[in-house]
């Protein structure tokens, strides 16, 4: 998927180790998101952020940390990993208005044992 | 708060039949209205949106679906299904003015019998 590059795809984890997921775009839009994909419960909004040095939270935010000092990256942390947080994640960026669809990252899959 | 029903989790159709994938919302502001499509370990692509003028929106791959405001519908059609349409389709929602994202539904797993 053009503009928005996620890294690693693939992660597994302990539960109780830390780790942050990486999301990289070169579209210049202002508007970055994090969903989880769960099997049965679609996507779920984690955190998102409408310029650099602003993000809020969206439906699922426990758990999970970010910040954006930068327009191009919005990175997730997960400060101590649980087996809930057990899911494929997608990072997706939005130009500008309600109406502009999101482009999504291709996600990374994270196991937590 | 908006939300999105998707009529089925799994929907099977043999090939060259009608496709037919259902969407209710609800939105107390007139929404915009997406559908998704997500190919085995991909990201989610945009197969077409509503916005506001005409109701039947047309989209990629020969999908279409039609902005029904008095059933709170927005249903996803093809013609014809195709082997290379089997995948997850998400029907989303985005209040006008919201910043805070798209409201997605659960999901339909779409199965083309040969």
């Known amino acids: 998927n053009a503009g928005v590059t996620q890294t690693p795809k693939f992660q597994v984890l302990k539960t109780g180790q830390s780790m ?16 989880r994909q769960d099997p049965g ?4 909004l984690i955190h998102y952020s409408v310029g650099a040095g602003i993000t809020d939270q969206g439906e699922v935010p426990n758990g999970y940390n970010v910040s954006r000092s930068t327009t191009e990256d919005f990175p997730l942390r997960l400060l101590s990993a649980a087996p809930s947080q057990t899911s494929v994640y997608f990072c997706a960026i939005r130009g500008t208005g309600p109406n502009s669809p999101l482009h999504f990252g291709n996600g990374t899959r994270l196991t937590v044992t | 708060a908006q939300s999105v029903t998707q009529l089925g989790s799994h929907v099977s159709v043999s090939e060259g039949a009608l496709v037919l994938l259902r969407c209710n919302y609800s939105s107390s502001v007139p929404p915009y209205l997406f559908w998704y499509v997500q190919y085995p370990n991909q990201g989610l692509q945009l197969l077409l949106k509503y916005t506001t003028g005409a109701t039947l929106v047309k989209g990629i791959n020969g999908f279409e679906a039609e902005f029904k405001k008095s ?44």
């Open chain 2, 71 to 114: 059933e709170t519908s927005f249903h996803l059609t093809k013609p014809s299904a195709h082997m290379s349409d089997a995948a997850e389709y998400f029907c989303a929602v985005s209040d006008r003015g919201g910043a805070d994202g798209l409201t997605f539904g659960k999901g339909t797993h779409l199965i083309i019998q040969p």
């Open chain 1, 41 to 44: 419960m679609g996507l779920r």
């Open chain 1, 20 to 35: 942050t997921l990486q999301c990289a775009q070169d579209m210049n839009h202002e508007y970055m998101s994090w969903y």
